[in-house]
């Protein structure tokens, strides 16, 4: 019997396994997006989802087979490495990295590949790895994986450095992204206000690093296709003028910052083809540098963004490019950071900031699904939300912005929040009613009686910690969109993070910072000795009930779901209740327990909202989502981010 083949011996084959992988994720993405903007009826779009989901579940078991043949086979038997193998698959890695859907299977191969190449003690090679690995972790938590991607910049920036010109044009051309992640990493932090002196001395310095060795790249460059789309760092060091004001930082480093400002501006203005949010993009950022540097006034600033604000150039920002342009992500975000900066977050010219808040929201919330898009819009709305979001005025505003940026772009996240917000609410309807004293002292309660009295604003409360209990997955939306296969290390770890994530961004919003220990607490066992996040002590929380009712709840749809979990099998409601059983007082509340344990009408509520009602909180879910899309079907346009064989688009 011939014995199965395990992974490839050239580059080529290597590209074609991981493009017809990210074909079939594309598949599943590009239909699940396309159903979320779907106008089906509601048992058509149930049943369309319903094939979706068994769609998914056969392309997990399908690529679990595929993975275990072609990657696991090395990742998780390391001794099986050989060069023939191992060459061509981190040379595809390197050139493909940014383009690779499955994030925690190439994670899994850079890191059993370096071990691999550090014990050959091929640095080039180590080179890759790290790279590769620092961009596995850059998009799918930059915000949390920061040290890491800092960690394995450094290694790799030092080797980069070393053997520049011994290195191969591609690997010269490639290497640049080591910087483009670095500025990257250094951005986000300027973004959420961590600014000093320091840091933009690093970023000046990464800049004359990284523009020496770009010249050189365009210098000897012979037409090849891997310098077809270099990495912008003029542009990303005048990016630091949208977020820091006159005085922020030393005269040598604005003029840094405004000389890389102007060579962009100038450029742009001598070619031709560039997209009008190109334009806009490059020319806010030099109006911020010089702005920065003294040479225009706050008013003329705030003039053109005023202009900006017109519906024609709203209207070209939500169409060009139709689902995707990175120019277009670029010049949303920096009008949002330049609005930010120069109204002081709404102080100086309220009208301006309350526009361009709605307008970041309404722009970033249904992007299309890929790994990139998913990394780009998180990343930006968690900078945001932490920074700009605080200040809105309305809570209703804020309320919506947040859901909407977080929740709505994960279909599955969305109705699993407003599921878990409907058993929430029958719960605590029943405890107000059998056992209010449970509830004594929350919401400035002393009495049962007041308990009683304050009925409807104990649900709503509790209704809306539940929409919010999940938001942190705002920053792993990427893994949550993307359940075609078994999660990796890097993925759990990721996901472990939305509690934290969620706690971080309701503690810095004032309004709704109340609900922080439910974001926090809700993946926290009972009695606090398992779960995550370890170091928050849920025991402690003053709103314990309410964590302790959103915990059963939130076990209670997840296991139950037999129509949108891909990835296990739906249990049903008396075996998640022996399991609440055993773990009363433990992994669960004993009194929440118990009071579903002998409330028979409340059991009748629940078992239905399981049931048959899940249907309708699915389609309603859908209604919501398609009712907030204003603009028109956009054109197609990130097709090409899974076929490994096209360009990017964007000039």
């Known amino acids: 019997m011939q014995e199965e083949s395990h992974g490839f011996y050239s580059r080529e084959e290597w590209t074609q396994f991981f493009t017809d992988y990210n074909t079939e994720i594309w598949k599943l993405n590009d239909t699940s997006y396309k159903l979320v903007q779907s106008d089906l009826s509601a048992e058509d779009w149930i049943e369309e989802y319903m094939k979706n989901s068994a769609a998914i579940r056969e392309a997990y078991r399908k690529n679990e087979e595929m993975l275990d043949r072609h990657v696991r086979c090395f990742t998780r038997g390391k001794e099986r490495w050989t060069r023939q193998v191992a060459d061509p698959l981190i040379s595809f890695m390197f050139r493909y990295i940014t383009r690779i859907q499955d994030l925690g299977t190439a994670c899994e191969l850079a890191q059993s590949l370096l071990e691999f190449y550090e014990g050959l003690g091929d640095d080039v090679a180590v080179m890759k790895c790290l790279l590769a690995r620092a961009f596995c972790c850059d998009f799918l938590d930059g915000i949390h994986l920061e040290e890491q991607v800092k960690e394995d910049c450094a290694r790799a920036s030092i080797i980069y450095e070393r053997e520049f010109l011994r290195l191969t044009p591609e690997e010269q051309s490639m290497g640049l992204s080591i910087y483009d992640l670095e500025f990257d990493r250094l951005s986000n932090r300027l973004k959420l206000g961590d600014i000093s002196s320091a840091l933009i001395e690093e970023m000046v310095e990464i800049h004359r690093v990284s523009q020496k060795a770009l010249d050189y790249v365009v210098a ?11 990495p912008d760092f003029d542009y990303y060091l005048g990016f630091c003028a949208l977020c820091l004001s006159p005085g922020e930082c030393t005269q040598e480093q604005c003029a840094a910052i405004l000389a890389a400002a102007r060579r962009r501006q100038e450029t742009s203005e001598k070619e031709t083809g560039h997209s009008e949010c190109y334009r806009v993009r490059t020319g806010l950022v030099y109006h911020m540098a010089m702005r920065l540097s003294g040479l225009i006034s706050d008013k003329e600033v705030m003039d053109g963004l005023h202009e900006l604000m017109d519906q024609s150039f709203i209207s070209v920002l939500f169409t060009e490019g139709g689902t995707f342009s990175q120019h277009s992500l670029e010049a949303m975000e920096g009008i949002e950071l330049a609005v930010e900066n120069i109204t002081h977050r709404g102080k100086t010219d309220e009208e301006l900031f309350d526009r361009t808040l709605r307008l970041f ?78 509830l ?58 939305h509690p934290q994530t969620g706690g971080e961004m309701l503690q810095n919003l004032p309004q709704l910072s109340i609900f922080r220990d439910i974001a926090l607490g809700h993946q926290k066992s009972f009695d606090g000795k398992s779960g995550y996040p370890a170091d928050f002590d849920n025991t402690v929380s003053p709103i314990k009930i309410f964590i302790d009712i959103i915990t059963i709840c939130d076990s209670l749809d ?3 779901d037999h129509l949108g979990r891909n990835y296990t099998q739906a249990k049903d409601f008396d075996t998640v209740m022996k399991e609440l059983r055993a773990g009363r007082d433990t992994r669960y509340s004993g009194a929440v327990t118990d009071l579903l344990d002998e409330d028979i009408p409340l059991q009748k509520k629940v078992r239905k909202l399981l049931g048959d009602g899940r ?20 054109k197609s346009t990130h097709d090409w981010m899974f076929n490994l064989y096209v360009a990017s688009p964007d000039k």
């Open 558 to 560: 997840a296991a139950t």
């Open 220 to 230: 000897v460059d012979q037409g090849y296709e891997f310098n077809l789309l270099l």
């Open 440 to 497: 004594i002292g929350q919401l400035g309660t002393h009495s049962v009686e007041e308990v009683r009295e304050k009925k409807k604003e104990f649900l709503l409360f509790l209704y809306q910690g539940a929409l919010l209990h999940d938001i942190g997955k705002l920053l792993c939306s990427s893994v949550i969109n993307a359940q075609s296969h078994r999660l990796g290390d890097l993925e759990f770890q990721v996901l472990r993070f």
């Open 615 to 634: 249907r309708d909180v699915y389609f309603n879910v859908h209604k919501k989502i398609l009712e907030e899309t204003r603009h028109p079907e956009l």
């Open 361 to 438: 929201t309404e722009y970033f919330f249904d992007r299309a699904y890929t790994t990139f898009v998913d990394y780009v819009c998180g990343t930006c709305s968690y900078c945001y939300i932490q920074t700009a979001l605080p200040h809105a005025r309305d809570k209703e505003m804020l309320l919506n912005s947040l859901l909407k940026l977080t929740m709505f772009r994960q279909v599955q996240t969305a109705i699993h929040s407003y599921m878990v917000g409907y058993l929430a609410v029958d719960i605590l309807e029943s405890m107000i009613e059998h056992k209010p004293e449970l």
